[in-house]
């Protein structure tokens, strides 16, 4: 029996200023709706203080 895929219609936010990129998410997310990869500078401008060191 085929098991069928499971469509996540929430978006997943990120807190930018908590994250601090190590991967855990993305390694045990069950439903692969997570990747690291950089953020732009228009983001990047957004961040705390602290957001900007991680």
């Given at each position: ?17 908590a ?25 990047m ?7 900007k060191?991680?």
């Open positions: 029996m085929k098991k069928n895929k499971v469509i996540i219609s929430t978006p997943v936010h990120v807190n930018f200023n994250c601090d990129g190590c991967g855990v998410c993305v390694d045990v997310c069950s439903m692969n709706v997570f990747e690291i990869k950089e953020i732009s500078k228009e983001a401008n957004d961040l705390s203080f602290m957001g060191i991680r």
